[in-house]
Nanobody
């Protein structure tokens, strides 16, 4: 099993910034990719950004230019720097990791963008 622990969510005003962190532990077996998804009330879970072990990144159109995903392979930790936050970014953000054995999810962290 792989355990993912997220941190860094909270309440922020529009235009503000937050940095999410996700630390992976357990039977990692060479995690190949990690990423962030989000789910707003009444909506499906959607990809925000992902990064491979080699450093290739993929962003949702809504995240490009505002969010940056990065990864510390030595610490098995992935980060999501979110700038210029908008009310529509409000959601529960979930960390995701994939290895040869399967796909794993964190418990989620709430991000609320409101004045």
């Amino acid at each position: 099993q792989v355990q993912l622990v997220e941190s860094g969510g909270g309440l922020v005003q529009p235009g503000g910034s937050l940095r999410l962190s996700c630390a992976a532990s357990g039977r990692l077996f060479s995690i190949t990719a990690m990423g962030w998804y989000r789910q707003a009330p009444g909506k499906q879970r959607e990809l925000v950004a992902a990064i491979t072990s080699g450093g290739s990144t993929n962003y949702a159109a809504s995240a490009k230019g505002r969010f940056t995903i990065s990864r510390d392979n030595a610490k098995n930790t992935v980060y999501l720097q979110m700038n210029s936050l908008k009310p529509e970014d409000t959601a529960v953000y979930y960390c995701n990791a994939k290895n040869l054995l399967g796909t794993y999810w964190g418990q989620g962290t709430q991000v609320t963008v409101s004045s």
